[in-house]
């Protein structure tokens, strides 16, 4: 069955990178649309970055410019590279995974498979 497993996670300083990760078993995620959510203490889940399969790519405009999402097909790994981040940018990150075409990001709804997600904390 098709489960991603998000890593990666960690407490940094603002300013500073972090790159997570998405392992996804069962099936290559170069023939998924993939996504990476995030959810703030107290807030909704919301979409960061989504690509599909032409690898077409969709970021919330908070992260537009910072954050880049990109595929190893080799590895079959789904990554979130995250710079300059900052205080907002703290939330529990979530890999998502459709066989599904989904058309731009999405929302929450239009993804079955989920990781557990993966916390990283920004201190300014």
């Known amino acids: 069955q098709v489960q991603p497993t998000e890593s990666g996670g960690a407490s940094v300083q603002a300013g500073g990178s972090v790159r997570l990760s998405c392992a996804n078993s069962?099936?290559?995620?170069?023939?998924?649309?993939m996504a990476w959510f995030r959810q703030a203490p107290g807030s909704q889940r919301e979409g960061v970055a989504s690509i599909d399969y032409d690898d077409i790519t969709v970021y919330h405009e908070d992260v537009r410019g910072r954050f880049t999402i990109t595929r190893d097909s080799a590895k079959n790994i789904l990554y979130l590279q995250m710079n300059n981040l900052q205080p907002e940018d703290t939330a529990t990150y979530y890999c998502?995974?459709?066989?599904?075409?989904?058309?731009?990001?999405?929302?929450?709804?239009?993804?079955?498979?989920w990781g557990q997600g993966t916390l990283v904390t920004v201190s300014s």
């Open positions: 998502a995974a459709e066989f599904l075409y989904i058309s731009g990001m999405g929302d929450p709804t239009d993804y079955r498979f």
């Open positions: 069962a099936s290559p995620v170069s023939r998924m649309c």
